[in-house]
Each structure stands twice: as structure tokens, then as C-alpha cells.
């Protein structure tokens, strides 16, 4: 593996250990046209693929893209229908052998995390929390592997948890709880952090 490889590894690790603190956005659509030897078949068909396109571009989102597409590859269709709580139809279309449509599926997010841990695919798909009473910080990185652990490290020694909610090049944006804010701006302070609050946002950096 190269170092590049090893970096994205290496930081994509890191981030893992953060489950962001707003719930994910489950939902997706698929367009399909399939031919077949009849419209029933057919329509199973588009429906296999839509489900396993909308699986595959919604939870890649939140977990590790190679590894979901591999375990796709080879999942039963009955096990990934129990993945999706809602679908919808809209622009059907149906002839002999033809089926098309525009397919709409929301993904149930119990069912999800839980199937991507059984096949070991690593994910921050979250829970759904209250975010109310939370403190957002933005921290700028120098060196993004080092600077990312050193912050969480301070975190972490004031039981504080970090809840990342964007990753932006060489920004990362997470909540923490109210009441913590002033305990972690010391912490970081003392550890030779800046800080500065911008309409209520704590941007911190070297």
C-alpha cells in the first residue's frame, strides 16, 4: 500500500471512532430500466438493482464504500429487502418484457448499522440523538493525523466526547455538550491550543 493509501487508512480510523450526533440521511433514489423475459421478472429485477444501488450510495455515505460494495456483491436480495423500511414508485412504466420506473427507498437505520457490523464494515451512521443544549467547534489541522488525536486525546481525558459532524480538507467540525465547553477550551489552552469564538462557533487551531 502506498503512503497515500496508508494515510486515508490510517485518518479514516480515526474518524470511525466518531459516531456524528445528527441522525443520517437515509433516503434514495434509483432509476431503472430492465428487460427480462416477463414484466414480472422484469420489475423483480429493477427493484434488486434499485435496492442494492440506493443501499450502496446512501450508506456510503457512512461507512467504508470498498468494503460495502464487496459485501453487496454477494448479498442475498431477501436480506438487504429487510434493510429498507419505506419505498415509493413514481413514473412507472411496464410492457411485456420492460419495467421502468423512478424508485424512492428509505433505509431503516437499526436494521442497517446492525447488518454493517455483522459484516464487519466499518460505519459512523450515529444515533439518533438530541442536539439540543450542544456546542459547536471547528478545529483547523496542521497535520491531520497528529493534531486529530492530540485533540481527541484532551477530550478524552476530560470525558468529554467529540461527535463529528463534518469533514471539510483539513477541517473537522464536531458538538460536544454545553456544560463541557469550558472545561475543554482549558484543556486545549493549556495543551498549547488557540481558540476563537465566531458567532458562537469555537474555531480552535495551533
Partial sequence: MNFVGKFLV???????????????????????????????NAKNMAFDEARRQIIRDVLSNYSDANTLREVLKNEKSAVLT??????????????????????????DRAAAQSWMNEHGIQNWIGREENVYDASQMV????????????????????????????????QISFLIPVSKRGALTIALRDAGWKYQDRDGVLHIFR
Avoid at 413514473?91 to 427507498?105: N, P
Avoid at 493525523?145 to 471539510?168: P, Q
Fill in 10 to 40: 490510517l485518518f479514516g480510523a480515526l474518524i470511525f471512532m466518531n459516531a456524528p450526533v445528527f441522525a443520517a440521511s437515509l433516503t434514495g433514489r434509483a432509476n431503472v430500466n430492465v428487460t427480462s423475459d416477463t414484466a414480472t
Fill in 82 to 107: 429487510n434493510l429498507i423500511s419505506t419505498s415509493s414508485i413514481t413514473g412507472e412504466r411496464l410492457s411485456d418484457t420492460t419495467y421502468s420506473a423512478v424508485i424512492e427507498m428509505t433505509l
Fill in 139 to 170: 478545529v483547523t489541522l496542521t497535520n491531520k493525523i497528529s493534531d486529530w488525536a492530540s485533540v481527541r486525546g484532551i477530550a478524552a481525558s476530560n470525558d468529554i466526547d467529540l461527535n463529528t459532524t463534518l469533514i471539510d480538507g483539513n
